[in-house]
């Protein structure tokens, strides 16, 4: 008996520390510039989107809320067919920037399953 309330104690540790796996932390990117930067009118994510590209394998995975704790609200956002979502946020100046060249806009997109995943990140 005693032996199994430390095996389902351990078991539970071990799942907690499984669940906190430590993912979207990128190295060398400044989230403060990035988020202050909404719909890249300011034009600073341009050189941070490359960083991004480098290590999306350390984002694929996240669900929703660290996505959106690292890189902010995103600039639009996309409910697609099965309840997948797209998040995108905005590299060049935005449609909604005064500065902006809407045909040479590049965005971020992140697509999310169903369970809020995310599942597939591009630069569009």
């Known amino acids: 008996m005693l032996f199994s309330k430390y095996l389902i104690l351990f078991i539970l540790l071990v799942s907690l520390i499984a669940c906190n796996r430590g993912k979207g932390n990128l190295e060398n990117f400044n989230q403060e510039a990035w988020i202050a930067d ?7 994510r341009r050189a941070m989107a ?10 694929l995975g996240s669900d929703e809320m660290e996505i959106v704790q690292l890189l902010g609200k995103p600039d639009q956002n996309e409910l697609y067919k099965r309840n997948q979502k797209f998040y995108y946020y905005y590299i060049t100046p935005g449609p909604a ?3 902006a060249d ?3 806009s ?3 997109s992140i ?12 630069i569009e």
């Open 50 to 59: 490359a960083l991004i590209e480098q290590q999306k394998q350390k984002l």
């Open 102 to 104: 809407t045909l040479k």
């Open 38 to 44: 909404k719909n890249a009118c300011a034009d600073k």
């Open 111 to 122: 697509r999310f399953t169903a369970m809020g995943l995310a599942k597939e990140i591009a």
């Open 106 to 108: 590049s965005r971020l």
């Open 97 to 99: 920037c005064q500065t």
